[in-house]
């Protein structure tokens, strides 16, 4: 996919992930908090470069950095993918968007000032509708996706089974340009 990088607003920038981010990827992705909440864990410096090299050799992925004083405090990206159809095959683009912040730099707008940046510049790509999906317990991540104009579409009771063997509620939301 083709972005203006980087992707700033004066205080935050959405860069592509590059080798050099595994060490800071790692920093932040092996605590306990960001791995409640994800579905592939990182735990050794290899798989944070494994995690890097995967993401960004395939050609419908974007992994990006998300820096705050020129420092890698998150991460942001997904997978675009070609939306269901009854009909004819669809030319456009729609995309699955997650982004993981370090627990040091919660609360201080990183999230959400990363997923503003990065939302217009896929819809200004082609992207059509972009997708992200959370658990019900993750309140500030649903609120970061409603303040950036995503929309809750539906609720899914006792979805997936959490590492700790609890049944977790999956809700999606959604963002149309």
């Known amino acids: 996919m083709e972005l203006p990088w980087p992707l700033t607003d004066g205080r935050i920038t959405v860069r592509p992930a590059a080798p050099a981010d595994a060490p800071a990827f790692l920093g932040y992705r092996r605590r306990p908090e960001c791995q409640a909440y994800v579905s592939r864990t990182v735990n ?37 993918y070609r939306p269901e159809s009854l009909g004819p095959k669809p030319t456009d683009w729609d995309f699955y968007l997650g982004y993981t912040v370090d627990p040091d730099s919660w609360n201080r707008g990183v999230a959400s ?12 790509a082609g992207v059509r509708r972009i997708v992200a999906k959370t658990f019900a317990d993750n309140v500030a991540s649903i609120r970061v996706l409603a303040r950036n104009g995503f929309r809750l579409e ?9 590492r700790d063997g609890r049944w977790l509620d999956d809700c999606t939301l959604a963002h149309l340009p």
Do not use: M, N, Y
């Open 113 to 124: 000032a990363a997923v503003s940046l990065l939302v217009p510049a896929l819809h200004g």
């Open 154 to 162: 539906a609720t899914e009771r006792a979805a997936v089974l959490g």
């Open 44 to 80: 050794t410096i290899e798989q944070a470069r494994t995690l890097i090299s995967d993401r960004t050799a395939e050609p419908d992925s974007l992994l990006c950095a998300v820096l705050l004083d020129d420092r890698v405090v998150g991460d942001i990206g997904g997978r675009r």
